[in-house]
């Protein structure tokens, strides 16, 4: 089956520790993002890469850093720096960053901090 | 700056009732608008309208697409309770780098 993977599901975390997030896909996409959806704040973006071993900054980019070693991976590390990291986090894939390719989302994995 | 506006906010309806949402953008050199469901958890892809596909439809629900006026609208017909979700409407434009401009969404309850 293709598709977009992300883990864990949920994941709790204590004030100033860095945490991991991981998105797969294998739909050969080049493209793929992080977006964090806050209640009555939409999806903003944190990070996106277009190809492998190159990443841009979203809007919200600070207390959050990305890798994209392989094109199937694209991990989001959550900081200590990031103020307030409890949040719903999307990862998205495409085709690649074109007009007319739509995004597919993974599941979410739902950050709390304690 | 560019901006994405849905409307309304939230909506509840019964079953069978027909629904309207609105999308309206300000973006400058607008390529694609695309339309999302969201239940619990990952948005899914319903539509993606564009300069030369200004109308979309699938099964009960269908698309359209203003460019003069600048938004677009989702409509339901005979809605049922697995319509109930959080509908996102995303604009892409030919700069900002080609990313997506999301609106804040539009949550659709559905009564029995």
């Known amino acids: 089956d293709g598709g977009i993977t992300q883990s864990p599901k949920y994941l709790f975390r204590k004030e100033g520790q860095n945490v991991t997030l991981s998105c797969e896909q294998n739909?050969?996409?080049?493209?793929m993002y992080w977006y964090r959806q806050d209640p009555g704040q939409g999806l903003r973006l944190i990070y996106y890469?277009?190809?492998?071993?190159?990443?841009q900054k979203g809007d919200i980019a600070e207390g959050y850093s990305v890798s994209r070693e392989k094109k199937e991976s694209f991990p989001l590390t959550v900081t200590s720096a990031q103020k307030n990291p409890t949040a719903f986090y999307l990862c998205?894939?495409?085709?690649?960053?074109?007009?007319?390719?739509?995004?597919?989302f993974g599941p979410g994995t739902r950050l709390t901090v304690l | 700056e560019d901006k994405v506006v849905q409307s309304p906010l939230s909506l509840v309806v019964h079953e069978g009732d027909t629904v309207t949402l609105n999308c309206s953008y300000e973006v400058t050199n607008f390529r694609s608008l695309l339309w999302y469901k969201q239940e619990k958890k990952a948005p899914t892809f319903l539509f993606m309208l564009?300069?030369s596909g200004i109308e979309k439809k699938s099964g009960r629900l269908s698309s359209i697409l203003d460019k003069k006026e600048l938004f677009s609208i989702l409509n339901i017909t005979a809605t049922q309770t697995g319509d109930s979700a959080i509908y996102l409407c995303a604009v892409r434009s030919a700069g900002n780098n080609r990313k997506l401009i999301w609106g804040l969404g539009t949550s659709l309850a559905v009564n029995p």
């Open positions: 564009t300069s």
């Open positions: 998205a894939s495409s085709n690649r960053v074109g007009i007319y390719n739509e995004q597919f």
């Open positions: 739909l050969n996409h080049d493209a």
């Open positions: 890469s277009q190809i492998v071993n190159d990443f």
